[in-house]
């Protein structure tokens, strides 16, 4: 049976005049990717903010496991890995430092190794990050958003500016982390990735949530109404052929 992990009701938050996030509710449940999409300024991240207990909540109620993140923001945060649009680390740190120092700020110790194993860094061990090329930074994120074992995970625009293989890197790594246990939310501008990796998704716009459904019903809903366009049937894209042409393997 499929158990809510994730809770967020009449959630609400302005600055000034403007409503940025506008009395939305959603939940999401144990081992789903929850994608949530929307135009810039939908209010996407400012709600991942607020479920990370790192922006304050102007009314509404988010419950993560069982906690309430507006009265108990220090006991979600153990439960939770972030992986933000960008993250900032210690320039003259090696990797393997950087996930040391944060497993011990959580009071867990690591194997560094395991952990770079997982997002294909291993070579990288001994590197800084200021060495990394994009690619290699957002895996190394998401390695860092992991060492404390969360319960969710969340990831704001993970793939963005990423060349097709570094993306389709971390479309299996996504994959692998669900396969795990780990739930995951997701924001993201790239409609075939919220299709690829999302079980459901909300479409945020203007601080509301228009829609909220599996990716699949979503598009029936639409021809549904009637929608039509001329198509020809195509078993694969521009991005497979470039992928087909220059391999699989990542280029960093």
């Given amino acids: 049976m499929e158990q809510t992990i994730l809770e967020v009701q009449n959630l609400r938050k302005s600055y000034g005049d403007e409503t940025v996030v506008d009395s939305i509710s959603f939940t999401v ?6 994608g949530i999409l929307g135009p810039n300024g939908a209010g996407k991240t400012t709600t991942l903010e607020m479920i990370e207990g790192i922006r304050d909540v102007d009314s509404g109620e988010i419950t993560l496991a069982n906690v309430n993140v507006h009265t108990n923001p220090d006991d979600v945060k153990p439960l939770i890995g972030v992986q933000r649009q960008t993250t900032a680390f210690y320039d003259k740190l090696k990797l393997s ?16 190794m395991k952990l770079l194993d997982k997002v294909q860094l291993t070579e990288k061990a ?5 060495n990394l090329s994009g ?16 319960k969710v995970i969340f ?5 963005t500016g990423l060349d097709p293989q570094s993306r389709r890197s971390l479309w299996d790594l996504v994959e692998q982390i669900k396969a795990s246990g780990i739930t995951v939310v997701l924001t993201t501008h790239y409609m075939d990735e919220a299709e690829t990796l ?10 509301k949530i228009i829609a909220l459904d599996t990716p699949a019903n979503l598009v029936q809903k639409l021809l549904d ?25 990542l280029r960093e």
């Fill in 126 to 130: 001994d590197s800084y990050v200021e």
């Fill in 135 to 150: 690619g290699q930074r957002q895996r190394f994120s998401i390695a860092v958003a992991l060492v404390n074992k969360p």
């Fill in 29 to 34: 449940d144990t081992g789903e990717v929850f």
């Fill in 155 to 159: 990831l704001d625009e993970p793939t």
């Fill in 225 to 249: 109404k009637g929608f039509k366009k001329d198509v020809v049937a195509v078993q694969a894209n521009l991005e497979d052929v470039f992928i087909d042409l220059t391999g699989k393997e």
């Fill in 198 to 207: 999302c079980d459901r998704i909300a479409v945020m716009d203007a601080g």
């Fill in 97 to 112: 430092e950087h996930l040391e120092m944060f497993a011990g700020l959580y009071g867990r110790k690591v194997d560094p």
